[in-house]
């Protein structure tokens, strides 16, 4: 774990993707808050901006990240054959 200490790169995954937009223990701020202050270089986070979005947090932050240009949409990236997990070889 990396809670109280700093490290030049985290990668934070969110590991939550539903229809209902339940974003579980996200749900408390701090959680991210920590992953966010605690990286010195650099931040990653892997996660569904749909089910984020619900929590007014997470989508105050998506926002943000797509105003500042820096939001990276796996889709764009890969194509959708591996993003579902259908693709018998990467």
Do not use: C
Request: overall charge positive; cysteine-free; proline content about 1%.
């Amino acid at each position: 774990g990396y809670q109280g200490r700093e490290k030049d790169f985290i990668i934070m995954t969110t590991v939550i993707a539903n229809d209902v937009g339940r974003v579980g223990f996200l749900k408390d701020w701090r959680r991210g808050n920590v992953a966010f202050t605690r990286a010195r270089l650099g931040l990653i986070v892997i996660g569904n901006e749909d089910t984020l979005s619900f929590d007014p947090h997470w989508d105050d932050w998506l926002r943000w990240i797509e105003q500042k240009k820096v939001q990276v949409v796996a889709s764009k990236i890969f194509n959708k054959s591996i993003i579902l997990g259908t693709e018998s070889e990467y």
